[in-house]
């Protein structure tokens, strides 16, 4: 079965601020990975599919990359609404552990 | 507008059962494989059990094998989940989810539900 490993666990910046997010998968998954986003208290939300493609209606400041077995999540400039658990899933069904980003 | 609607959760005993329901609506509910995903309190997302478009193909993660079935009714637009024997571990919030096919054997989560509480205790 494939792992899925996300790192940080928790971040906080500021509004503005550049944020990345890793996911690591145990085995190559060429760009079979998708990125979800969970606000408090709401339904997980798709942002990206195909490691990079952005699912419609996303803000484009949201972005993915990768290939293989290591990805990025990135938000370009932080927004408040941006506050959100952030998860990747790929082959499987299986769920990264999640990373959890707050404004400073 | 596509809609997915859970219901069916509880209160329920350990070593009990208990159905959930997820009911669709505005998109051709047959063409789409379906998943449950749960989420334990405070914890992350964990998929739980899968069913194509057809149902005539199911799969389980290996802590819900042989407790748990899904199924499907495609005259009614309609995803369930039997739950027997449940456990404390089983207490989450459970969400029906569309899966949505970018490759091959590539898919996504694009339309998910309010989601439903099962909570499993004496």
């Known amino acids: 079965d494939i792992q899925m490993t996300q790192s940080p666990s928790s971040l906080s910046a500021s509004v503005g601020d550049r944020v990345t997010i890793t996911c690591r998968a145990s085995?190559?998954?060429?760009?079979?990975l998708a990125w979800y986003q969970q606000k408090p208290g709401k339904v997980p939300k798709l942002l990206i599919y195909?490691?990079?493609t952005l699912q419609s209606g996303v803000p484009s400041r949201f972005s993915g990359s990768g290939s293989g077995t290591d990805f990025t999540l990135t938000i370009s400039s932080l927004q408040p609404e941006d506050v959100a658990t952030y998860y990747c899933?790929?082959?499987?069904?299986?769920f990264g552990p999640g990373t959890k980003v707050d404004i400073k | 507008e596509v809609q997915l609607l859970e219901s069916g959760g509880g209160l329920v005993q350990p070593g009990g059962s208990l159905r959930l329901s997820c009911a669709a609506s505005?998109?051709?509910?047959?063409?789409?494989?379906m998943s449950w995903v749960r989420q334990a309190p405070g914890k992350g997302l964990e998929w739980v059990s899968a069913?194509?478009?057809?149902?005539?193909?199911?799969y389980y993660a290996d802590s819900v094998k042989g407790r748990f079935t899904i199924s499907r009714d495609n005259s009614k637009n309609t995803l369930y989940l039997q739950m027997n024997s449940l456990r404390a571990e089983d207490t989450a919030v459970y969400y029906c989810?569309?899966?949505?096919?970018?490759?091959?054997?590539?898919?996504?989560?694009?339309?998910w539900g309010q989601g439903t509480m099962v909570t499993v205790s004496s």
């Open positions: 989810a569309r899966a949505f096919y970018y490759g091959s054997g590539k898919d996504a989560f694009d339309i």
């Open positions: 505005g998109f051709t509910f047959s063409s789409y494989a």
């Open positions: 069913i194509s478009g057809s149902g005539g193909s199911t």
């Open positions: 085995q190559g998954i060429s760009n079979y």
């Open positions: 195909a490691a990079s």
């Open positions: 899933q790929s082959r499987g069904f299986t």
